[in-house]
């Protein structure tokens, strides 16, 4: 009998245009001998089904059901393809661990941890994983130029502490730039990282759960057309993905390792995306995805296409953990 599959999208952020091409290439690669398929958006003011002909349903929020031409739908498991809040911040986890509903990825837990850049990082360093020198500031919080730029040096980077896809990141030049900066990243999140500029070459990794065991996909190394990785880098062609990264045999062993580690102190289950910069020989963290891009042109999909595992392999492998 086949299994039925909520393929959740949108979110409360500004990656939800991302997230909702993500769960189109889901919803088109999973496999239809093996699961029957519901795309539900989540909006702000709206929890839908996307029916036939782009016809909206409500779903019930009691229960996470719909009801499709008079029958009730009751869902076997959710896959999750929400960028940013409430799918990456360990709002949506918690709900569906309280009524029982299997949803792929991490915890409750682990993913509010990874989205907040700062305590990712704070708990990691007892381990030794290397980051940038920071700064940290929230909304209230006097600004104090001076001392921001004697623990970051310039250029530095000013970010949104709660934030993906690149929204409310800014990178300064000057200390009077900054004021500005640490203003636009405030209208993103309410807490802001600032990070000291690393001169080096920028990678990254993916790492899933596969076939039961930690498995690092081939890095890509990111080589943008822009000043940094931003988001028309990311998403409108303004940069070079290159998948396997240049690396040494002996750097690219070291990196994976380093990646599998991060994943695994975690408590990592599913998809992760970490991003690092390396300067010389020492690998330096910038963060983790735990609900990367899933179309085509995605890193993770690519790395994985470049390992020999095609998109319906990688989703299908996503929901085998958790429905039998």
Not at 297 to 303: D, F, I, N, T
């Amino acid at each position: 009998m086949k299994k039925r599959i909520a393929v959740i999208m949108g979110g409360y952020s500004a990656e939800a245009a991302v997230s909702l091409k993500s769960g189109k290439v889901v919803c088109e690669h999973l496999s239809k001998e093996k699961y029957e398929v519901y795309p539900i958006r989540i909006d702000r003011d709206r929890w839908v089904y996307i029916g036939r002909e782009d016809q909206e349903i409500p779903v019930d929020k009691n229960n996470f059901t719909v009801v499709i031409d008079g029958q009730q739908v009751r869902f076997d498991a959710v896959f999750n393809a929400i960028h940013g809040t409430p799918g990456e911040d360990g709002y949506l986890q918690a709900y569906f661990t309280l009524i029982g509903l299997p949803m792929t990825g991490c915890g409750m837990y682990e993913a509010a941890l990874t989205f907040n850049k700062r305590d990712m990082l704070s708990v990691l360093k007892p381990y030794g994983i290397l980051s940038a020198p920071a700064y940290y500031i929230n909304a209230g919080d006097t600004i104090d130029t001076k001392a921001i730029v004697e623990r970051t040096g310039l250029p530095c980077f000013v970010k949104a502490n709660r934030s993906g896809s690149s929204f409310g990141v800014y990178k300064v030049y000057t200390e009077a730039e900054l004021p500005e900066a640490i203003s636009k990243a405030f209208e993103v999140d309410n807490e802001v990282l600032i990070e000291g500029f690393l001169d080096g070459t920028e990678v990254s990794v993916g790492v899933i759960t596969y076939k039961g065991r930690v498995k690092v996909l081939p890095m890509t190394e990111i080589v943008s057309h822009n000043d940094f990785f931003d988001y028309e880098a990311k998403y409108e062609g303004k940069s070079d993905e290159i998948t396997p990264a240049r690396l040494s045999p002996e750097m690219t062993a070291k990196v994976e390792a380093l990646a599998a580690k991060v994943y695994q102190l975690l408590g990592m289950k599913g998809f992760s995306r970490s991003e690092f910069i390396i300067v010389g020989d020492t690998p330096y963290l910038l963060e983790m995805n735990t609900s990367p891009g899933l179309s085509e042109a995605s890193l993770l999909p690519q790395q994985a296409a470049v390992a020999g595992i095609s998109l319906s392999e990688l989703f299908d492998n996503e929901l085998a953990s958790i429905v039998a």
